[in-house]
C-alpha cells in the first residue's frame, strides 16, 4: 500500500462545477498537507497548505484535512477551463520540506 | 513570494555525456533544497536533500555517485547527471523552502532532460 493514494483520473467536468479532489493517506504522523497545480511541462505551484486538521479557503479553493479518517479534499468552485490541470496532494510529518506526494489527478474543464 | 529558478528548462544529452542542472532561491536563502525526479504520468519522487556546506542526503535507491549533489551557497543547488543514459530521461525538479517563518514548499519550473 502506497502511504498517499490519489485517483489519477482523468476528470472531465464542465465549467463553472464544483470540482472535489482527494487523497487519503496511511501515515498518521502527517501533520503538513499541501494542494499542487502542475500544468504540462512545469514545476508544481502551490495552491493551499494546511497544518493539521481543519477546512482552508482561498477565493475559489477550498482545502480540508480530516486526520481522523486520514483524508484530505480539494474543493474548487465556479471551475474554468484555465483549471484544467494535474493536483497534487503532498503531505511531510514535519515542516522540513521532504514531501510525500499522491500520483496526481488530471482535470478537464470544459467550456 | 518565494522563488525558486531552475536552469535549464530542458536539455538533450547523448548517453555517456554529463549533465549539470541548477536550481538557485531567488529572494531567500535556502540551507536545504530538494531535488525530485517525475516520470511521465507519475508523481513526485524525492531523490535527495541538498544541505548547504555538507553532503546530501540521499534517498534509497538514488545512486550517489551518478546523480552528484553540490549545494556551495545559501542559494544555489546543483544537480548534475554523469554518464547519462536513455533511462535517466526524466523531468527533475528542485524545491526549497524559506527557513523564515512556517512556509512549504516553493518548487522550480523543472528541467526536462532526454537522453538519446
Known amino acids: 500500500q502506497k502511504e498517499v493514494e490519489q485517483d489519477p483520473g482523468p476528470l472531465s467536468v464542465p465549467e463553472g462545477a464544483i470540482v472535489s479532489l482527494n487523497c487519503t493517506y496511511s501515515n498518521s504522523a502527517f501533520q503538513y498537507f499541501m494542494w499542487y497545480r502542475q500544468y504540462s511541462r512545469k514545476g508544481p505551484e502551490l495552491l493551499m497548505y494546511?497544518?493539521?486538521?481543519g477546512n482552508k479557503e482561498d477565493g475559489r479553493f477550498t482545502a480540508q484535512v480530516d486526520k481522523s479518517s486520514k483524508y484530505i479534499s480539494l474543493f474548487i468552485r465556479d471551475s474554468q477551463p484555465s483549471d484544467s490541470a494535474t493536483y497534487l496532494c503532498a503531505m511531510g510529518t514535519s515542516n522540513t520540506g521532504k514531501l510525500i506526494f499522491g500520483q496526481g489527478t488530471t482535470l478537464q474543464v470544459k467550456p | 513570494g518565494a522563488v525558486v529558478s531552475q536552469h535549464p528548462s530542458w536539455v538533450i544529452c547523448k548517453s555517456g555525456t554529463s549533465v549539470k542542472i541548477e536550481c538557485r532561491s531567488l529572494d531567500f536563502q535556502a540551507t536545504t533544497m530538494f531535488w525530485y525526479r517525475q516520470f511521465p504520468k507519475q508523481s513526485l519522487m524525492l531523490m535527495a536533500t541538498s544541505n548547504e556546506g555538507s553532503k546530501a542526503t540521499y534517498e534509497q535507491g538514488v545512486e550517489k555517485d551518478k546523480f552528484l549533489i553540490n549545494h556551495a551557497s545559501l542559494t544555489l543547488s546543483t544537480l548534475t547527471v554523469t554518464s547519462a543514459h536513455p533511462e535517466d530521461s526524466s523531468f527533475y525538479i528542485c524545491?526549497?523552502?524559506?527557513?523564515?517563518?512556517?512556509?512549504?514548499?516553493?518548487f522550480g519550473n523543472g528541467t526536462r532532460l532526454t537522453v538519446t
Open positions: 524545491s526549497a523552502r524559506d527557513p523564515l517563518g512556517n512556509s512549504p514548499l516553493h
Open positions: 494546511t497544518y493539521s486538521s
